[in-house]
């Protein structure tokens, strides 16, 4: 007695210390429930339920308690057969049982009779219905995930399938998320992805470990109401590995894609190149016993050798703009004026849709027209400018002469426009991305009662990366390599109680250096006040010209995940208990993005204006040769280590009110640490600090000052319950529902924005006089023109009042809430025959304290005037403070239906039908925006962003089929001859099938934003409904004159996510054939295509209403309303082939 009682207490004090340590608690086991009653009714206690895996012999006994409940807790997924015994019953054989993650219900219903006669039940019987639980969960298996179309080995590109999910609105975007999902009114990346129960969730950029294809035996998703013992995010992903068996199983792959199998997508003309595709993936996989009932091994290596590219249109300069092979070396802009549909310039107009007339000339001003700088007056008040002597050109002796040594660096357009230079170059950029990995698994059973787990996975990829321009510009080498690795040990001390104790790593080292570092560029372009040797960016702005050149990225992160964690399982009577803690200990050693930098430039066009009035005309390319700059800035920081600790805990019970009927009641706490930086160099813009040069609050806070060494406070309101039921009315009906807190991670991204500043060399700049005088020149000293005053360029400075004038780097609140996902969930399950389960449910969401993403110092509404006026800024001392506050919301409701058929008779199908309305006040992920468009016009109202998600797909019928043709040995045709076998029997076909409504998108204005606020896109006003009386067309999605340009010092009354983009119709296609080689031996040949029938489904218009339309160029409209992109490309095929044994 004395020992059990201590031993209670050791378990206890293990559980209290683990407690300290905490992020998502988590399992990849499942468990097999029920409750044991004779013939009626009444409860048997003391029978012996026997469990055993059929693949391993692994073998368990469990006694059912006084309740006549028992529980198999943390049994590995696989098949089992059980066996139920009690004294003056009969014997219960039940099996084979198929288990997954989760816990499937198995009741035994006894009959008095001899313990020698058994009751054999051989059905093959799998979890249906989800009787213990009201979570919404899909559970994606290998066979399933193995039969479906598949090009590019990656389980995640089938959580589309998923009701409720959503993608971002891009290329592949809507069909192919990956892990940039969004589910059920969660944003992207909101969740937490594990492999064998450790979390491969990376603190830096949205990074996730997905396991290789090969590896995966299941993958189990929980969007909604799901158990307290799962912590960070509102979705979890939880990947199980396959393991080792009694006998030697592998397999031997080969994956192939060429572009000579592909087609066209939409808008690639007949004489343009299909993207060059070169792929290839190749591995194997081998398991069995190391040592036979007791010691399992698995092991895979995957090997990929992808030469692709991806191709698209942009704009270069020509000759004509370039000034080559001109008269005099001038450089003639005339084709930057857009033409209306006569072949007429298009003037510039109003708010009330009036010409604008230029006070120097009294003339009209139109698109594209530039003036000279150097002829700016005042006429009437206005300023004004006068054209070029020759009009829109610039003589060759104006030209600033780094922007001329620049001009070599613009690629040399290739394609014929018949107006202007839009979409006149086409190209085709290769995308190196070789990669190896190797994956291992190790089982051991010390006994019975004692399973230890341990499984590893390295990735390591060494690839150059390129754009549209030729190396050395925007272009860098990425060397990355993963490593990951879970030990899990599981202790059942007797059938009501189980420890789960487990410890994961997870580590991504990524080091990308730019190609153009160290080769004197600046120095060769006569570049005066550049600040690193690469080369520089710069930003061309304004109407049509031109694509901007950038130095390629360096940067390093290195990123450490540590999680060690704990939980006790105990029955007691008709509770089960699930109770632990975790630790999550995070690491990021990185640099910021970009952290060497020469500098940044921004050409805008508007110093090549006729007047401030008349934004429309101008060019950036004018801009850009003159060396008339905008703004300015430049950062370059050193390395700096960011660290996060979460301790979390939980209590979950289950209770098994009656035998159709369980209650889930679970709380989980978490301790939110705010990020810190290893040498305490962090920084941050604080509202509450005096500014002592200023004279008013608002200055940098930097560590350790006021008794701070983090950028957030800590946070202990992390309280999130949970509640679900699931109540089987009869056997094949089951109603569940539940409700739910949760929050999201705070990643380095979105959190750790204060890491470094402070102790980075950075500066900038931007002219504040709203286009009259530019802040400098590309080739001068780097001073502010006309004066000897440098730009400002601060050295690692702590002063509270050293970002003063200029940007501040950072703001984040200290007192940073937790977000919190409010998620809840009604459903009907039901069983028909023949393995068919269909559910219709509602599900919703609610989202409190979301990120809204913005510039906290643009000038509020109150303070907008009719004339452009920084000092009405908050903090007047500073420029731009970009930060966020955490006053969004966010909502969703869904009706969703789904049909499904477990593979019999050579058949299985699924369907999901989902009716939804997510509305929110910015898209903003977990990880900085990843997945989506971040829009705001008033930083300081989230309500009046309020609008349909990014994410609002209000229909979507999503559907797949596997079909066993019935010819061949063991179908119902053609079955008898082994020859003919050979040809007509193994093949099967599968499709998926996705119909759905299309994404929102806003209209802008592109331009000066004459709102005078500093910040934010500037919305139009709307004059009338801009989709209705038109025939929406590529031509015209949308009618561009139902808007107007808001008035000056005001913001327009159109709305974000206004219109909506095209819907989606696209079906993917898989075929093949398996030949058989004696027992056990199979080897498979299958083609799969996506978008089989190379259907187009078109990206969201143009929509900037300014933009000048043209629709002279056949097959590719450009400008306001016109649609020149699709959102899943041409056809895809990949030809494959496997041999399993």
């Known amino acids: 007695m004395f020992g059990k009682r201590n031993g209670w207490g050791f378990t206890l004090c293990l559980l209290l210390c683990a ?109 249906l219905l989800r009787t213990e639980s009201g979570e919404q969960s899909t559970t994606l298996d290998e066979k399933t995930m193995e039969q479906l179309p598949q090009v590019g080995q990656d389980w995640a590109n089938f959580t589309i399938l998923l009701p409720g999910s959503a993608g971002a609105s891009s290329a592949n975007g809507v069909t192919n998320p990956g892990a940039a999902v969004s589910l059920n009114g969660s944003m992207p990346y909101s969740g937490n992805f594990l492999s064998d129960g450790g979390s491969v969730t990376n603190p830096h950029s949205a990074d996730v470990e997905t396991d290789t294809f090969d590896t995966v035996s299941e993958v189990e998703i929980d969007d909604s109401n799901f158990s307290a013992q799962y912590g960070i995010g509102g979705v979890v992903f939880n990947q199980v590995t396959k393991g080792g068996t009694n006998r030697f199983h592998g397999s031997a792959y080969e994956h192939f894609q060429n572009d000579a199998l592909d087609a066209r997508s939409y808008f690639n003309a007949p004489d343009q190149h299909i993207p060059e595709l070169k792929f290839n993936q190749f591995g194997g996989s081998i398991g069995g016993p190391i040592w036979k009932n007791k010691m399992f091994f698995f092991f895979n290596y995957d090997k990929t050798i992808d030469n692709s590219s991806y191709s698209g249109f942009t704009s270069m300069p020509t000759n004509q703009l370039k000034g080559v092979n001109t008269p005099n070396g001038q450089f003639d802009l005339t084709q930057l004026m857009p033409l209306d549909g006569n072949g007429n310039r298009i003037p510039v107009t109003d708010g009330n849709g009036n010409n604008v007339i230029n006070p120097c000339t009294n003339t009209a001003v139109y698109q594209g027209e530039i003036f000279d700088p150097q002829t700016q007056t005042t006429v009437n008040g206005q300023m004004c400018r006068y054209p070029f002597a020759t009009d829109n050109v610039i003589p060759g002796n104006r030209v600033d002469s780094v922007a001329r040594n620049l001009l070599p660096y613009f690629q040399q357009p290739n394609q014929n426009t018949s107006q202007g230079i839009n979409g006149d170059y086409y190209y085709v950029v290769p995308t190196p991305s070789p990669s190896t990995r190797i994956f291992g698994r190790i089982d051991y059973d010390f006994n019975s009662k004692n399973r230890l787990t341990s499984s590893i996975a390295v990735r390591d990829a060494n690839s150059p990366v390129y754009s549209e321009w030729s190396t050395p510009v925007a272009s860098y080498h990425d060397d990355t390599s993963d490593y990951s690795s879970q030990t899990s040990d599981v202790w059942s001390y007797s059938s009501t109680l189980v420890n789960e104790a487990r410890f994961s790593f997870n580590r991504q080292g990524s080091f990308l250096i730019p190609f153009s570092l160290n080769l004197g560029i600046p120095a060769a372009i006569g570049l005066q006040y550049a600040k690193a040797d690469v080369f520089p960016n710069i930003s061309i702005t304004g109407n049509i010209c031109c694509d901007s050149p950038y130095a390629g990225t360096n940067t390093i992160y290195v990123q450490n995940v540590y999680q060690p964690s704990d939980v006790v399982t105990l029955i007691r009577g008709k509770h089960i208990l699930h109770f632990g803690g975790e630790l999550i200990m995070l690491e990021d050693n990185s640099t910021n993005w970009g952290n060497v930098d020469a500098g940044d430039f921004n050409f805008s066009g508007q110093y090549t204006q006729a007047s401030l009035a008349a934004s429309g005309s101008g060019a950036g390319w004018a801009d850009f040769l003159l060396g008339n700059v905008q703004s300015w800035g430049a950062t370059n920081s050193p390395l700096f280590g960011g660290r996060q600790k979460s301790p979390q805990m939980f209590v979950q019970d289950d209770i098994k009110l009656r035998s159709n009927l369980t209650v889930n009641l679970g709380l989980r706490y978490q301790i939110q640490r705010g990020w810190s930086e290893v040498h305490n160099r962090i920084g941050d813009f604080d509202p509450t600090i005096f500014n002592t040069v200023s004279g008013n609050n608002g200055a940098m806070w ?14 202990y309101t992390g309280f999130l319950p949970r509640i679900g039921f699931a109540y089987t009315l009869h056997t094949n009906t089951v109603v569940r529902g539940g409700w739910g807190m949760y929050t999201t991670p705070w990643s380095v991204d979105q959190y750790g924005n204060a890491k470094g500043v402070g102790y980075s060399q950075s500066g900038s700049a931007q002219d504040q006089t709203n286009g009259v005088t530019p802040l400098t020149t590309l080739s001068g000293p780097g001073v502010f023109l006309g004066t000897n005053t440098p730009l400002p360029y601060v050295n690692a400075s702590t002063s509270p009042t050293a970002y003063n004038g200029q940007n501040a780097p950072n703001y984040d609140p200290y007192h940073t809430p937790l977000t919190f996902l409010y998620s809840w969930s009604l459903s009907v399950q039901h069983e028909f025959t023949h393995g068919i389960t269909s559910e219709i449910a509602y599900v919703g969401k609610h989202g409190a304290n979301m990120q809204f993403k913005a510039d906290i110092n643009q000038v509020p509404v109150q303070n907008l005037s009719p004339t452009d006026d920084p000092t009405g800024r908050p903090y007047p001392q500073f420029e731009s403070i970009g930060g966020s506050t955490f006053n969004g919301v966010s909502n969703y409701n869904s009706l969703q239906a789904q049909i499904h058929k477990r593979l019999s008779s050579g058949i299985a199908f699924g369907s999901a039908f989902t009716y939804s309305k997510f509305l929110d006040d910015m898209d903003v992920s977990p990880f900085n925006g990843q997945g989506g468009t971040i829009n705001f016009q008033n930083a300081h109202d989230p309500a009046s962003n309020y609008a349909p998600s990014n994410f609002d797909i209000r229909t979507s019928l999503k559907s797949s089929v ?21 040809a007509v029997g193994g093949w099967q076909v599968s499709a998926i099938v996705i119909n759905q409504t299309g994404n929102p998108f806003t209209i802008n204005y592109n331009g000066a934003n004459n709102s005078y606020s500093q910040a934010g896109s500037w919305y139009p006003n709307v004059l009338r409904p801009a989709q209705k009386g038109i025939k929406k067309s590529l031509n015209e999605w949308y009618d561009p004159t139902a808007y107007i340009v808001a008035a000056n010092g005001t913001f327009g009354d159109s709305r974000r996510n206004s219109l909506r983009a095209a819907g989606i119709d696209t079906t993917n296609l898989s075929l093949g054939k398996t030949f058989n080689f004696g027992e056990g031996i199979g080897l498979q040949i299958r083609a799969d295509a996506s978008n089989v029938f190379n259907h187009p489904d078109f990206d969201a218009p143009d929509g900037n209403f300014n933009d000048p339309v043209n629709l002279s160029n056949p097959g590719r409209p450009q400008g306001a309303g016109t649609i020149s992109g699709t959102t899943v490309g041409g056809r895809n095929m990949q030809l494959s082939a496997r041999i399993a044994f």
């Open 19 to 127: 407690s300290a340590i905490a992020n998502a608690q988590s399992t990849s086991t499942g468990d097999i429930r029920g409750t044991v009653t004779d013939s009626s009714g009444a409860v048997i206690p003391g029978a012996t339920v026997t469990v055993v895996n059929i693949e391993t012999g692994e073998k368990k006994v469990f006694t059912t308690n006084k309740s006549g409940l028992y529980d198999t807790i943390s049994t590995p997924n696989g098949q089992y057969t059980v066996t139920i015994a009690a004294p003056g019953f009969e014997g219960l054989v039940l099996g084979p049982i198929t288990l997954d993650i989760g816990i499937i219900t198995l009741n035994g219903h006894m009959k008095v009779g001899s313990t020698q006669q058994q009751v054999v039940v051989t059905a093959d019987t799998a979890a």
């Open 702 to 715: 930097f560590a350790p000052a006021n008794h701070r060494t983090q950028a957030q406070a800590n946070v």
């Open 962 to 982: 596997v079909y066993e043709l019935p010819f061949g040995r063991g179908r119902t045709w053609l079955n008898k001859n082994r020859f003919l076998d050979e």
